[in-house]
């Protein structure tokens, strides 16, 4: 069942609190402990969050009007109060996510969206990033590619309001609140789709729904670079809830593509520890 979530409330400090179950933190934290992600916590403690400068967030947020989240969405999200409808969380985005790829690329978080960005076929002209977060993917690409017209989708306001802020240097990316199962994209509009990271916040419902979004928005023949996380992966995230976690440890990307309609898949590690898929979606 969607909630209904309006964010002009946030003007008058009501905020309306999703979901938060202090048992399943309890019960996060009874897990066995791994040591790269007590490394990943050590260095995400260390890292600056970024200043911008004022932010009057009642004000920005109240723009955003009304919006319906689905019910998995208002979850406490890696144990942060309102998990992503959170200003701390879209603060910290790009340091923490420089601090878990800290081993992984020379150049941290950054340089693995390069990478990432580099699977994209240079032709492509207009590029979805869904779940973009604070679009650190899709200004990668964007820079990549300067004749493509990017968007990068976030279901969360407080993303957007700082990734606008974050990568507001980059002229062909447009950054915008929305769904990834529900894009607003015209049929078959786009060459290229990038998703990094967000399936294993999903429950399968929803990334079969964000497949099947992928491919009515693809041209035919068009790309999806599907980027994500090994399926054990969330468990060394002692304290940070995953609320689907056990689903993830079951994930079979290629299973998923397969039924979902896209062929030629090719896989790729970019920089361990991310996987990455590139598929094509069928004529
Ligand atoms: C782990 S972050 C990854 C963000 C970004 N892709 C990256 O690589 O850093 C997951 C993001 O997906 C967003 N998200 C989750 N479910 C979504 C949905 N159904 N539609 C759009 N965004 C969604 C969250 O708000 C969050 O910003």
């Given at each position: 069942m969607p909630s209904a979530f309006d964010l002009s409330f946030l003007a008058s400090k009501?905020?309306?609190?999703?979901?938060w179950h202090l048992e399943t933190i309890a019960a996060e934290m009874a897990e066995p402990d791994k040591a790269r992600m007590l490394r990943?916590?050590?260095?995400?403690?260390?890292?600056?969050?970024p200043a911008h400068g004022a932010i009057d967030w009642d004000a920005e947020l109240a723009a955003f009007g009304a919006i319906e989240f689905p019910s998995y969405y208002l979850q406490p999200f890696h144990s942060i109060p309102g998990g992503y409808l959170n200003e701390a969380a879209a603060l910290g985005d790009r340091a923490a996510l420089e601090a878990i790829y800290e081993d992984a690329h020379p150049e941290k978080s950054l340089g693995l969206r390069r990478a990432i960005a580099?699977?994209?076929?240079?032709?492509?002209?207009r590029v979805l990033d869904l779940g973009a977060g604070t679009a650190d993917?899709?200004?990668?690409?964007?820079r990549r590619l300067p004749d493509a017209a990017v968007t990068a989708i976030d279901a969360s306001p407080f993303m957007v309001i700082v990734g606008r802020r974050q990568n507001g240097d980059v002229p062909n990316l447009r950054i915008e609140q929305g769904f990834a199962?529900?894009?607003?994209?015209?049929?078959?509009s786009v060459d290229a789709v990038h998703i990094t990271?967000?399936?294993?916040?999903?429950?399968?419902?929803?990334?079969?729904?964000?497949?099947?979004?992928?491919?009515?928005?693809l041209r035919p023949g068009g790309t999806?670079?599907?980027?994500?996380?090994p399926n054990d992966d969330l468990y060394t995230y002692r304290g940070f809830y995953e609320p689907y976690k056990e689903e993830w440890l079951r994930f079979d990307p290629d299973a998923f593509l397969l039924e979902a309609g896209f062929g030629e898949i090719e896989a790729h590690e970019v920089a361990a520890p991310l996987w990455s898929r590139v598929a094509r979606s069928a004529a």
């Open positions: 009501q905020r309306p609190a999703p979901a990943v916590i050590g260095r995400m403690g260390a890292q600056q969050v580099a699977l994209i076929p240079v032709d492509a002209r993917g899709g200004a990668a690409i964007a199962e529900r894009s607003g994209v015209a049929d078959a990271l967000l399936f294993h916040e999903c429950p399968n419902t929803a990334k079969r729904a964000i497949l099947a979004e992928c491919r009515r928005v999806l670079v599907l980027s994500d996380t």
